[in-house]
């Protein structure tokens, strides 16, 4: 049960501040562009697969000793503000500052040149009511597939079952095949550190969750409010919603609130999530763009997220106020989705 939620309204003094806001906003001069996976070059993907790999090789910067490489930095850093940036106003703009810090750090630090990709799962799903047939997955040019099938797999631990509505899926154990099979994570699962393979647990029981059909429902919420809600879903809601509904259909690895950054689907999950966030914007650009709202605190007492609440990175990037999120194609994050 969540404690103490309710559904924040924007003031008036606040339309004003998203209009001054508005007119503020210091366009790029040029766009990186996301693309879906399935429509990247192989070539493209190949790029993308050995940034993330180089990134896996490269050393941590000290966040937290158990990290090992700058990929456990991104992974340190989510698991110690899970806290504080999950069933709050900021998950949204958080995390698309996080994808963004990440995408050119690929850039910068790995030579990528390129965009993050996203994962729209919709045209899984829509198709096969299943993931498991995505490119995302796939050995050669994707991240590899399913875990290693074990019975009874009801999570890292054994407590899955627990959970309202629980139906076992497949895999659970090491990712036999693709790219990242010889990476040994440092952290998680959960916040606690330990040496283990990448692990998922593909569950169509939720692939539900992220057909056409619910993204259009997510899109057609009248307020920020209301929409950040729709989106990301349990304990909020009675059911399953799009963000968590991808973690829960991935399993495993991405089903720990905390840790799930650990695959590297993570990141083309949460951008898909972003993409939907800014078509929402788009659907009313003039009142949506600066339009954010949501307790900042899970636990009393709430105060209520403005443009002015600055978005902890730790030490993979400097502070930010929400207000320099708000656009993606204004500075400092500058990309596009095509």
């Known amino acids: 049960m969540v404690r103490g939620f309710s559904i924040w309204t924007c003031t008036c003094a606040a339309q004003v501040v998203l209009l001054v806001q508005a007119s503020a906003s210091v366009f790029c001069a040029t766009l990186v562009k996301r ?56 998950f949204l703009p958080w995390h698309r500052r996080f994808l963004s810090v990440f995408e050119k750090t690929l850039r910068s630090e790995c030579g990528f040149i390129g965009g993050l990709p996203y994962w729209d799962w919709s045209r899984d799903v829509d198709v096969y009511n299943s993931i498991n047939k995505s490119p995302v997955f796939d050995s050669v040019y994707g991240f590899g597939g399913n875990g290693i099938y074990i019975p009874g797999y009801a999570g890292p631990f054994n407590n899955l079952s627990n959970l309202p509505g629980w139906v ?55 307020s920020f409010e209301i929409f950040r809600i729709e989106l990301e879903g349990q304990p909020v809601t009675p059911t399953m919603k799009l963000h968590d509904g991808g973690h829960f259909a991935v399993g495993a690895e991405m089903l720990n609130t905390y840790s799930s950054p650990g695959d590297p689907v993570f990141y083309l999950h949460h951008a898909n999530l972003d993409r939907v966030w800014w078509t929402w914007q788009q659907l009313d650009l003039p009142t949506r763009l600066f339009d954010v709202s949501g307790r900042s605190t899970v636990d009393p007492p709430f105060v209520n997220i403005t443009l002015a609440f600055e978005l902890k990175m730790l030490n993979l990037a400097p502070l930010v106020p929400i207000r320099d999120i708000m656009d993606p194609r204004a500075e400092p994050l500058c990309y596009t989705y095509v």
């Open 35 to 90: 693309q879906e996976w399935r429509d990247m070059t192989n070539n493209q993907k190949i790029q993308y697969i050995d940034a993330v790999k180089c990134l896996q090789s490269l050393p941590a910067k000290g966040l937290v000793e158990a990290a090992r490489t700058r990929f456990d930095d991104f992974q340190a850093a989510h698991i110690n503000l899970t806290d504080e940036i999950h069933l709050v106003g900021q």
């Open 168 to 222: 076992p899926g497949t895999g659970g154990g090491c990712v036999p095949m693709g790219p990242f099979t010889s990476y040994n994570l440092s952290l998680g699962p959960g916040t606690i550190p330990t040496n283990h393979c990448l692990t998922r647990a593909f569950d169509d029981e939720y692939a539900w969750a992220l057909s056409s059909t619910q993204v259009a429902n997510t899109t057609k919420q009248p």
